[in-house]
């Protein structure tokens, strides 16, 4: 293993988060608590993971469910999408691969909701194949440490970092060598304020040595997020029952329930 790999894993050994979905250390937990990690905060996730695995405890049950019950589990959790497709990856998992997630990367893309990162931190972290698995947090330490100034944002340059991560990542460690990356930049490589007297990668990263830490990771101009001006309409019978109706099962908050909606135009 290189320097970097070598002083990660050492200071994983003795910095690492316990969190419930490494306490499970079961495949079907790896793939719940990834799904539910992408753009949702760690603390934010706990609560819902445990309330979840206790009533989905395994593929069966969580394919056998309505959609109806999954969605009401995950309220609160948002991009609901997710949930959508975790059900169905369920429900494909139980009729085509008898129940099992499955260990291939080509089979593991096919399933609704799964894209590159979560297939290579199911594969690694799940069954220890060697996939380094590159989200934000990765692509902010290794800009970092390279002191990298391509936008992160543009396919030349984040494929040049997940080339750069598989070459780090030292045979039969992937496991505990992603993990590293992700407790690393959820607790010291931080994007505002990077506790580098913390870092175990201190002595080896041109940004530290550069005074460069809060210009790398480089992103590119964010596209406005989108404004929508509604109207609705809140209709109460006599016999004190609510009128809701079901939003279309894809696109924005797709197959939720809600008061009769529509867009709001202004007259001339």
Known sequence: ADPLSRSLLRWYADHQRTLPWRTANSPYATWISEIMLQQTQ?????????????????????ASAELSQVLASWQGLGYYARARHLHAAAREM????RGEIPRDRATLLSLPGIGTYTAAAILSIAFNQDYA???GNVKRILTRVLDYAGSIDQGEHK????????????????SAFNQALMDLGATV???R???????????LCLAAARSSQELRPVRSARTPSPFHRLVGAIVLRQDGHWLAVRRPPTG?????????????????
């Open 133 to 135: 698995a590159v989200d």
């Open 193 to 203: 304020g990077p506790r580098c007297s913390l870092c175990p990668l201190e002595d």
């Open 189 to 191: 490589c931080l994007p």
């Open 42 to 62: 760690v603390d934010t996730v706990i609560p819902y993971y445990e309330r979840f695995l206790d009533r989905y405890p395994d593929i069966e049950t969580l």
């Open 94 to 97: 139980s009729r085509i691969h």
């Open 252 to 268: 924005l908050l797709g197959g939720l329930w809600e008061f009769p909606m529509t867009t709001w135009t202004e007259e001339a």
């Open 159 to 174: 494929r040049a970092l997940e080339e750069c991560a598989q070459r780090l990542l030292p045979s039969g460690r992937a």
